[in-house]
């Protein structure tokens, strides 16, 4: 099956249509970029392989604190690291 790549102006588009949420898998790569605008723009990123990594309050707390950080932190911080972090804590709070 072919990838889907999504860029920041994908994602502006997204958000400008009203999409919440975006299903990621192996099939679906974004830029750094792209995903940091998502988290920044309040688009949910949910992983098709796991897609319950946080529940109820926790994943609300989770994104929250994901947005607040690159809001703060802009292009200092990598995505992919914050997403780990903030999970790794959020699941800990259970």
Do not use: C, S, W
């Amino acid at each position: 099956m072919p990838k889907t790549f999504y860029t920041e102006r994908d994602i502006k588009d997204l958000a400008d249509r009203g999409v919440t949420t975006l299903t990621v898998n192996d099939d679906v790569v974004l830029t750094d970029n792209a995903r940091d605008l998502a988290l920044k723009l309040g688009i949910r990123l949910v992983h098709e392989d796991n897609p319950h990594p946080e529940d109820g309050a926790n994943a609300e707390l989770a994104h929250r604190v994901k947005a607040a950080v690159i809001a703060r932190l802009g292009d200092q911080v990598d995505a992919i690291v914050l997403d780990a972090v903030v999970t790794k804590v959020v699941n800990g709070l259970k």
